[in-house]
């Protein structure tokens, strides 16, 4: 079963859309270092993640400043943190580690130029980078798109080739992301075969707000059977 993930949680009522229609694990973009309209602070998160009920993944989503990093995993204490920044292959190991003593796990975005179709992380080759942050000792990886314009949230998808290449040549579960929406997510994980999926912005509404149609299509979508929970 493909896991899904919804990120970009803002509003009390997102997380009961998503709980209700059966998301697996639940993003929160926590003080991010650039400008996203998903951004929120600590504490609006901690209080928005006291909402999520058990069985239901509560991961944050940060980026760049490894001291900012692990105090946001002590403060929040989430199930699981996804670098979703910069951070220098040299300080990724010891980051994972000081991670983990907060009783996280460990995911690592591997993302994609838009633009040129090339990795902006760690190096241009999609599956060197990839089975070079393996080597660091993450959990898991997620394949995003980005742009000159935004770090994610792109609408825009990766290469799915690229991305069953990478999904196979490394040990670690794949999480597929990037321009995901109901109407291409079930090829994408035909295509890809993914651990999991994650979607931010292919579930809102023109105005940016999580949509509940959206979201039960999506989920029903990736599922591939357009059942949904009671």
């Known amino acids: 079963m493909t896991r899904i993930k919804i990120c970009g949680l803002t509003r009390e009522e997102d997380i ?12 929160f973009v926590v003080e991010y270092p650039a400008d996203v309209p998903w951004n929120i ?11 999520v009920p058990p069985f239901v993944s509560r991961v944050i ?21 996804q670098l979703h920044g910069n951070e220098p292959l040299s300080v990724t190991a010891d980051l994972v580690a000081a991670i983990r003593s907060c009783g996280a796990q460990v995911i690592k975005a591997v993302r994609f130029s838009v633009e040129t179709g090339t990795c902006r992380t ?3 080759d999609p599956l060197d980078a990839a ?34 290449k990478i999904r196979d040549g490394v040990r670690l579960p794949v999480v597929l992301a990037g321009g ?6 079930g090829r994408a994980i035909a295509a890809v075969h993914p651990y999991g999926v994650d979607v931010i912005s292919g579930v809102e509404n023109p105005s940016g707000k999580k949509d509940p149609g959206r979201v ?15």
């Open 131 to 164: 089975r070079r942050i393996e080597e660091t000792g993450v959990d898991a990886l997620v394949l995003d798109s980005v742009s000159g314009s935004r770090p994610a949230g792109t609408g825009l998808c990766i290469d799915w080739r690229v991305a069953r």
């Open 216 to 230: 039960r299509a999506f989920v029903d979508a990736a599922r591939g059977d357009g059942s949904t929970p009671p």
């Open 122 to 124: 760690v190096c241009e």
């Open 16 to 27: 009961r859309v998503c709980v209700r229609a059966g998301v697996h694990a639940l993003g």
């Open 180 to 185: 995901l929406n109901a109407g291409n997510v």
């Open 41 to 51: 602070d600590r504490r609006k998160a901690r209080e928005l993640m006291s909402r």
């Open 61 to 81: 989503v940060v980026g760049d400043d490894p001291q900012a990093v692990v105090a946001l995993a002590e403060f929040l204490k989430p199930h699981a943190v």
